[in-house]
């Protein structure tokens, strides 16, 4: 009963939604009051029902209603709580509900939050999030309704799949569906302004705390996504740029690309329509994603149960959606101009070039990711496009990308005079240089041609966005939250392409044969196999292997890489053990056993790859510190006459 | 004004691309779970029979006939939906089926087939899911059809439906059997 309250609930939302999208665009259109508070009204009312339809759904799985099809298939009575918690949206039809909760608490924070919003802006936002919820609602209720019964009930589940039977996946869906989500609220802003038909640039600065907001929970994660891979599927790569993967990662660039556009937008009023088409990019890409992932137009080792009929709604969605999106743009955008302009040598032209390198970034994992399908439909034969291609052609703009951080971050608005900072940006680049060679020699000793370029990036990146918060400080100048925030994310990036450099130079992996008590000695690292024994879980039983690392006489590790069997699958995963410390990774992951006390092992030592996370999650970190800005906090409409004055700190103290 | 048109003329192109691909989907799903056991000799095993567990099935048993073995288990929701199609593939009489109880209580197993009736003409009781781990099997149900060399040519993945039995098993079954396949 309590399910098919759930599944009514979901219909009313269903209801409020198109309420939300009706009265949201035709109050502003008509410019009638009460319309335009009906639709803040049904925002809360549809979060409501959402909320009570997921509240009906999680009880059906804690207390193991297998009369519920999607609880029966995904869940099992021995299963954890938590994991029977988290098998929500452990496959397409909760993960889609998921979706569409996480939109709703975006549309109720906007709802909330943009009060100070003008009310015709707002109400048209709200619009637009009611046309989107509207479409994942109808698409949840007539293809994918986990509320369906099973008659008669099964007597236990089929389990949730074992792989994702983990902490990391666990909360990965709901932080990384919070990055897409949120893209939609940026959407909606961007969309909102369009139909306005706004000149001014007022919007950027509205728009910019939650695309910023999103891109933050995006960047995480992608980064938990990773680790999961990392540590879970046992071969210790972290990245394998499969079609899922893609599918999250191309909006991030474009994200990327614009909160940087957003910046000029909002501060100098330039790149008005460019950061339009962004806007709407980002938007489409995560569609596409959710595109890609549900339709089985691509094949993928993480895909969602692909079902035609699904990708064929998603499509038409897209269609109205996206197409709307870009007609409103080729009407809209003409009227755009720019009322000033700007030098070739200024932090506007370098973040012209950010954008133009991370578009072109952008276009090589879409095409890669597409390829296959493109090839196959024009019967050029099954193709397989991976890491030989991803990994060079991603370089290509990326490297002049960081290259050109290190330089733009000192240039100013407006005006170019990089002359000035000359002496800065060839001090930090000879530390760099100097730092980088040490290390890359000193310590690893790489032959890569890739390893000191990246080391020296990396470095110069970290060192050339602290120098002039620095030299502020030391003039006892206070910084303003945003540069902080700034600051931060960008070193993040530098520990981010450290990271990338040295763990995919300096891995060393042997897959060998060892019987109880031999050893093995990679990277300076002595794995000695000390056995296996049989172990048992509340729903899998298995075998533990034992692994000392020793380094000189040292122990620094202590590993138990297992192998489990789930008894309701009956499939068998690797657990790979790892010992992490900041600096190396240790992996040692069980094969197969080949007979008396004999195993196939695989060992890795890893340099640095904590440093990939950590980067990610310090950019993260650093885009939620601009919010804490004082920008933010104005009210809006105040803010007008500020505009143009509100200088950035930088240029106006040195 | 006309450069403002072309992200939509790129998307247009897009979804043109896209549809296409939807189209294909189908197909490239079918080649894509394809057991890659399919053309390969059945595995090799050897298990005792549910209902008299003294006595032994050898996958050698399997040679010399066309077989359909299919995996199921009285814990799987699915399988009692499929259990009406057996039950009339049994009724056609055009290929005996083992049933490889996988993973189950054997009480249960031979309730469930007094209950709803035995499409099997043997069942061979997999109590520690070994056998079915051979045959590559992840969910429950599955199906194999062994031909009279004892090669797998093809695979049912989930519930047997008619329209399957139809047009992916029978015309193996009617078609003069092509050696090595």
Known sequence: MLVEIGHFAMILALALSATQAFFGLTGAALKRERWMSVATSAVTGQFLFLALGTATLVHAFVVNDFSVKYVANHSNSALPLFYRVAALWGAHEGSLLLWICVLGVWSIAVAWRGAKLPADYLARVLGVLGVVSFGFLLFLLTTSNPFERLLPAAIDGADLNPQLQDFAMAIHPPILYAGYVGMSVSFAFACAAMLEGRRDHLWARWQRPWTVMAWAFLSCGIALGSWWAYYVLGWGGWWAWDPVENASFMPWLAGTALIHSLIVTDKRGLFKSWTLLLSVAVFSLSLLGTFLVRSGVLNSVHSFAADPARGIFILSFLVLMIGGALALYAWRAPSLGSDVGFEMVSRESFILFNNILLAVATAVVFGGTLAPMIADTLGLGTLSVGPPYFNPSFLIPTIPLVALLSVGIHARWRRGQLSLSKQRILGTLAVAVVVALGVVYGIYGSTRLMTPIGAVLGIWIILSSLVDPLLQLRRRIALPVGVIGMTVAHIGVGIFVLGITFVESSTIERDIALARGQSHTIGGYEFRFLGVENMEGPNFDGVRGHVIVTQGNKVVADLFPDKRRYFVQGTVTTKAAIGAQWNRDLLAALGEDLGSNSWSLRLQYRPMIRFVWLGAAIMALGGVLTLFDRRYRTAPVAATASVQTTGEPVQASS | ?181
């Not at chain 2, 099935?57 to 399997?62: E, I, N």
């Open chain 2, 1 to 181: 004004m006309k450069r403002f048109l072309l992200p939509l003329g790129a998307f247009a192109l897009l979804v043109v691309v896209l549809l296409v691909g939807l189209r294909h989907a189908p197909e490239r799903e079918a080649k894509f779970v394809k057991s890659p056991l399919i053309g390969k000799p059945a595995p090799q095993f050897t298990l005792p029979q549910l209902v008299d567990p003294a006595q032994t099935f050898d996958s050698g048993s399997l040679r010399g006939g066309w077989h359909l073995v299919n995996i199921w288990a009285t814990w799987c929701v699915t399988c009692r939906e499929e259990h009406e199609v057996l039950l009339q593939i049994k009724q056609e009489g055009r290929v005996p089926i083992v049933g490889l109880d996988w993973k189950d209580e054997d009480a249960a197993a031979i309730s469930w087939l007094s209950q709803l009736g035995n499409p099997y003409q043997v069942v061979l009781a997999d109590r520690k899911g070994e056998v079915a781990i051979d045959f590559g099997v992840y969910l429950a149900p599955e199906s194999f059809l062994i031909d009279p060399q004892g090669v797998v040519v093809e695979k049912q993945y989930g519930a047997m439906t008619v329209e399957d039995w139809r047009s992916k098993f029978l015309p193996h079954l009617t078609a003069p059997a092509k050696a090595g396949a």
